[in-house]
């Protein structure tokens, strides 16, 4: 159960907690009351913050996990559009890295930014598998492979180039993860890949967005995840907790060349009304 703690000094009952929260549980506070959580509904708050991030006073918050509430201020954390259009413009998918180990602080860090992606609810549903071992990487790699060779007479629409991956892979390359030293999973509760992973994947393009910053070159695993929806040796390897199932796969390492300049893109297609 949540509740609001309201430092009832620094209150004036403007009512932005009110205003904002997802879904309309507070009660909208008159002197000489403060704002709070309508009692019959404190089972349903969501626990988003919403109410104590847009609070002017900083004069609440929720009683759930308060030893991580950031204060921040209006104008820390804003970036300059054309900063923000030029770095996201510049963003990559790396598919050649060098040998150095990404450590592991700065992966948490990657994921410690991308656990703020939003979620349907703030169920907050994706959990991370970080394979950190390239001989493990490599051995996913040649699963993959011979999921691969399982489809090739088949109705999958992957079959017709199948064949050709395999031969890059039979002659000594690496078409599944190009050589990355580390691979990333989000998994989600679901056992079947006809499940929506779209929590997965906005959780897993805040990773995405975020690892250059870091240093770090990522690229989507998009032939293992489809690997891992079906094919149980890799299933087995990856042992993910009982009733979970990967939504999203990537890739990621040093990147062994630098990004020097953004290439052309099609221009945005856009209907207004």
């Given at each position: 159960?949540?509740?609001?703690?309201?430092?009832?000094?620094?209150?004036?009952?403007?009512?932005?907690?009110?205003?904002?929260?997802?879904?309309?549980?507070?009660?909208?506070?008159?002197?000489?009351?403060?704002?709070?959580?309508?009692?019959?509904?404190?089972?349903?708050?969501?626990?988003?913050?919403?109410?104590?991030?847009?609070?002017?006073?900083?004069?609440?918050?929720?009683?759930?996990?308060?030893?991580?509430?950031?204060?921040?201020?209006?104008?820390?954390?804003?970036?300059?559009?054309?900063?923000?259009?030029?770095?996201?413009?510049?963003?990559?998918?790396?598919?050649?890295?060098?040998?150095?180990?990404?450590?592991?602080?700065?992966?948490?860090?990657?994921?410690?930014?991308?656990?703020?992606?939003?979620?349907?609810?703030n169920q907050q549903?994706?959990?991370?598998?970080?394979?950190?071992?390239?001989?493990?990487?490599?051995?996913?790699?040649?699963?993959?492979?011979?999921?691969?060779?399982?489809?090739?007479?088949?109705?999958?629409?992957?079959?017709?180039?199948?064949?050709?991956?395999?031969?890059?892979?039979?002659?000594?390359?690496?078409?599944?993860?190009?050589?990355a030293p580390h691979?990333?999973?989000?998994?989600?509760?679901?056992?079947?890949?006809?499940?929506?992973?779209?929590?997965?994947?906005?959780?897993?393009?805040?990773?995405?967005?975020?690892?250059?910053?870091?240093?770090?070159?990522?690229?989507?695993?998009?032939?293992?995840?489809?690997?891992?929806?079906?094919?149980?040796?890799?299933?087995?390897?990856?042992?993910?907790?009982?009733?979970?199932?990967?939504?999203?796969?990537?890739?990621?390492?040093?990147?062994?060349?630098?990004?020097?300049?953004?290439?052309?893109?099609?221009?945005?297609?856009?209907?207004?009304?």
């Amino acid at each position: 159960m949540s509740r609001l703690i309201i430092n009832e000094t620094s209150c004036i009952r403007c009512n932005t907690c009110a205003e904002g929260c997802v879904l309309g549980i507070i009660e909208r506070a008159v002197a000489p009351a403060f704002p709070k959580i309508i009692s019959e509904m404190e089972a349903f708050c969501l626990k988003c913050g919403h109410c104590e991030a847009f609070c002017p006073q900083e004069a609440l918050v929720l009683d759930y996990l308060r030893e991580e509430k950031i204060v921040c201020g209006t104008i820390d954390g804003v970036i300059e559009p054309r900063t923000l259009e030029r770095y996201m413009k510049k963003r990559r998918s790396i598919r050649v890295f060098t040998d150095e180990h990404v450590p592991r602080e700065t992966i948490t860090g990657i994921l410690d930014a991308a656990r703020y992606a939003a979620s349907g609810g703030n169920q907050q549903p994706v959990q991370w598998l970080v394979l950190s071992d390239p001989g493990e990487v490599r051995r996913v790699a040649g699963l993959t492979i011979d999921w691969m060779r399982s489809i090739i007479d088949t109705e999958h629409p992957l079959a017709p180039y199948a064949p050709f991956i395999i031969e890059k892979w039979d002659g000594g390359g690496d078409p599944i993860c190009h050589g990355a030293p580390h691979l990333l999973f989000a998994h989600i509760p679901g056992t079947d890949g006809a499940d929506d992973p779209t929590e997965a994947v906005i959780a897993m393009t805040h990773v995405d967005i975020a690892a250059p910053a870091f240093g770090v070159g990522t690229c989507w695993a998009g032939f293992v995840k489809m690997a891992a929806d079906t094919y149980g040796p890799l299933q087995e390897v990856l042992t993910l907790p009982e009733g979970r199932r990967i939504g999203c796969a990537m890739m990621f390492g040093v990147p062994r060349h630098p990004v020097v300049s953004i290439p052309r893109r099609n221009p945005a297609v856009i209907t207004w009304r």
